[in-house]
Nanobody, 129 residues
Framework: QVQLVESGGGLVQAGDSLRLSCAVS????????MGWFRQAPGNEREFVSAIDWIRMNTYHADSVKGRFTISRDNAKNTVYLQMNSLKPEDTAVYYCAAAGFGATISPQAMGVAHEYRYWGQGTQVTVSS
């Protein structure tokens, strides 16, 4: 069973930076597509960023392009989300997600939540103006 634990959330001011981490249990991390999603109160869960496991290609929602960067360290079984120039509208619970072992996801589907099999409990990010 793959378990995901997020950390690094907190309360920051607009313009600040945060780095979220997601530690993944098990020995199969290097062969999972990894993603970050977020959900603000009253809103549906939305895609933020993803990284595949073959070519390490990265994908970002338009709303975070140029500000957020996703990366992974297979030696540490960890995926990161570096968030710069944070805005109040980035306030949300951020969830880490992993697709199934060895699964591939088309670029067009990287942002589709049901492509991911495993989910963390989330970490709160609050950006004050």
């Amino acid at each position: 069973q793959v378990q995901l634990v997020e950390s690094g959330g907190g309360l920051v001011q607009a313009g600040d930076s945060l780095r979220l981490s997601c530690a993944v249990s098990g020995r199969t991390f290097s062969r999972h597509v990894m993603g970050w999603f977020r959900q603000a109160p009253g809103n549906e869960r939305e895609f933020v960023s993803a990284i595949d496991w073959i070519r390490m290609n990265t994908y970002h929602a338009d709303s975070v392009k140029g500000r957020f960067t996703i990366s992974r360290d297979n030696a540490k079984n960890t995926v990161y989300l570096q968030m710069n120039s944070l805005k109040p509208e980035d306030t949300a619970v951020y969830y880490c997600a992993a697709a199934g072992f060895g699964a591939t996801i088309s670029p067009q589907a990287m942002g589709v939540a049901h492509e991911y099999r495993y989910w963390g409990q989330g970490t709160q990010v609050t950006v004050s103006s």
